[in-house]
């Protein structure tokens, strides 16, 4: 068995690969390989400072896993861009493909695709994050003319926080904001390093909604780079509309 012989995705992660890279594998079909690559100077806490230095990494990453015969790339990191807005993904996409000469994403960008490919204006967002990086998320998807009408939140900072909580937690933040503001089209779940995808499709039977995962939108918008045609099965509407 060659791993890969189907294709190779480069995912540049600002934190440490740890859930992330789980919850990305799951999600892909046969003969598709998760290339992973850390920064140099992992992002561990939230702050400004960490995250501004961690878009200046970026692009060294992704010049690496080029170097790693990847034929597309994911940035990840999504707060690193978010409190910039649209711009500032445009210019790091901008600088990704300048370097490495591949098709690339960042998180924003496939999660602003992915909510559009569903047909979402009206969400609700639930995170791990402080109240001030659920508002940055709520402000960048305004500018794509996507209304956030509700967040929840867990207040944590420390990225190891995130992974260390169980799945039934995102999943009954979820459950709650909905509650909350029951005319939501659809849920949006920010940040692939807590455990997300194996409940997309419970929360989304249990909704009657479609839910996004940052995840699981990256490694959607990955494989339509690519051109693949199909995702892991029983992971939710977004990756099953692959195959359509």
Same mark, same amino acid.
């Given at each position: 068995m060659?791993y890969?012989? *189907?294709?190779?995705?480069?995912h540049?992660s600002?934190?440490?690969?740890?859930?992330? $890279?789980e919850?990305?594998?799951?999600?892909?079909?046969? +003969?598709?390989?998760?290339v992973?690559?850390t920064?140099?100077?992992?992002?561990? %806490?939230?702050?400004?400072?960490?995250l501004?230095?961690?878009? +200046?990494l970026i692009?060294d990453? /992704?010049r690496?896993?080029?170097a790693?015969?990847?034929?597309?790339?994911?940035?990840?990191g999504a707060?690193?861009?978010?409190?910039?807005?649209?711009a500032?993904?445009r210019?790091l996409?901008?600088?990704?493909?300048a $370097? %490495?000469? =591949?098709p &690339?994403t960042?998180?924003n960008?496939?999660?602003?695709?992915?909510l559009r490919a =569903?047909?979402l *204006? *009206?969400i609700?967002?639930?995170?791990p994050f402080?109240? /001030?990086?659920?508002a940055?998320?709520?402000?960048?998807?305004? /500018? &794509?003319?996507?209304?956030?009408?509700? %967040?929840?939140?867990?207040? =944590?900072e420390?990225?190891?926080?995130f992974?260390?909580?169980p799945?039934?937690v995102?999943?009954?933040?979820?459950r709650?904001?909905?509650?909350q503001?029951?005319?939501?089209? +659809?849920?949006?779940? /920010? &940040?692939p390093r807590w455990?997300?995808?194996?409940i997309?499709?419970?929360?989304e039977?249990d909704?009657?909604?479609?839910v996004?995962?940052?995840?699981?939108?990256?490694m959607?918008?990955?494989?339509r780079?690519l051109?693949i045609?199909?995702?892991a099965l029983?992971?939710? *509407? =977004?990756l099953d509309?692959l195959?359509?």
């Amino acid at each position: 068995m060659l791993y890969g012989w *189907r294709a190779r995705i480069g995912h540049v992660s600002p934190a440490i690969l740890d859930t992330s $890279a789980e919850e990305c594998r799951k999600l892909l079909p046969p +003969g598709v390989l998760h290339v992973g690559l850390t920064i140099s100077l992992p992002v561990q %806490t939230l702050t400004p400072e960490a995250l501004a230095q961690a878009r +200046g990494l970026i692009v060294d990453a /992704a010049r690496r896993l080029a170097a790693e015969e990847v034929q597309a790339i994911v940035a990840g990191g999504a707060p690193a861009t978010a409190g910039q807005g649209p711009a500032a993904d445009r210019e790091l996409l901008a600088a990704l493909r300048a $370097a %490495t000469g =591949l098709p &690339c994403t960042t998180a924003n960008e496939a999660v602003v695709a992915a909510l559009r490919a =569903l047909g979402l *204006r *009206r969400i609700a967002v639930v995170s791990p994050f402080v109240p /001030a990086r659920n508002a940055e998320i709520a402000q960048y998807l305004a /500018a &794509c003319e996507i209304e956030v009408v509700a %967040t929840r939140g867990l207040g =944590l900072e420390r990225n190891v926080e995130f992974a260390r909580q169980p799945a039934w937690v995102p999943y009954t933040l979820a459950r709650e904001v909905v509650r909350q503001a029951p005319a939501v089209e +659809g849920v949006y779940i /920010a &940040c692939p390093r807590w455990p997300v995808v194996d409940i997309v499709a419970s929360l989304e039977a249990d909704l009657g909604r479609p839910v996004v995962a940052a995840a699981a939108a990256m490694m959607w918008q990955a494989l339509r780079l690519l051109g693949i045609g199909e995702a892991a099965l029983g992971y939710g *509407r =977004l990756l099953d509309s692959l195959r359509r």
